[in-house]
C-alpha cells in the first residue's frame, strides 16, 4: 500500500524560502501524479500545485503566485515544493497528495486517494 510523508516545514521570515519534500513508499512504481495542497485555519484546503511522472506540471496562480515550483525525483521517490519569496499568507499546513496518473486527475482534493500528515509552514511578518 502506498503511503507519502512530508518534511521541510518550519517558520521562517516574511521573504524567506523553504523546500518541502513528500516521499512516497509502499512500491509507487511508476505512474504516479504527486502533488501539494495547503490548508489555512478556518479555510478549506487549496490545491497548490502537481507534478506528473513524466514530469508535466500544473499549478494554483493563485497559491504561491509564482513563486513556488514543483519537481521530482522518481529514483528517490520524492517530490518537492520550492517556495521562495515567502509571505504571512503562505502560512498554512501543507499537505502532499498521490494518485495513480490519470488525464481525470486535476486540482480537487476528492481526484487523490493517499495523503500525507501535512506539515506546517509558518511565514512572520
Known amino acids: 500500500q502506498v503511503s507519502v510523508a512530508e518534511s521541510g516545514g518550519g517558520l521562517v521570515q516574511s521573504g524567506g524560502s523553504l523546500r518541502l519534500s513528500c516521499t512516497a513508499s509502499?512500491?509507487?512504481?511508476?505512474?504516479?501524479?504527486m502533488s501539494w495542497f495547503r490548508q489555512a485555519p478556518g479555510k478549506e484546503r487549496e490545491f497548490v500545485a502537481a507534478i506528473t511522472w513524466s514530469g508535466g506540471t500544473w499549478y494554483n496562480s493563485d497559491a504561491g503566485k509564482g513563486r513556488f515550483s514543483i519537481s521530482r525525483n522518481n529514483a528517490k521517490n520524492t517530490a518537492y515544493l520550492q517556495m521562495n519569496r515567502l509571505e504571512p499568507e503562505d502560512t498554512a499546513v501543507y499537505y502532499c497528495?498521490?494518485?495513480?496518473?490519470?488525464?481525470?486527475?486535476?486540482?480537487?482534493?476528492?481526484?487523490?486517494?493517499?495523503w500525507g500528515q501535512g506539515t506546517q509552514v509558518t511565514v512572520s511578518s
Open positions: 497528495a498521490a494518485a495513480p496518473s490519470s488525464p481525470l486527475i486535476g486540482r480537487r482534493p476528492g481526484d487523490y486517494d493517499v
Open positions: 509502499g512500491s509507487p512504481g511508476d505512474g504516479y501524479t
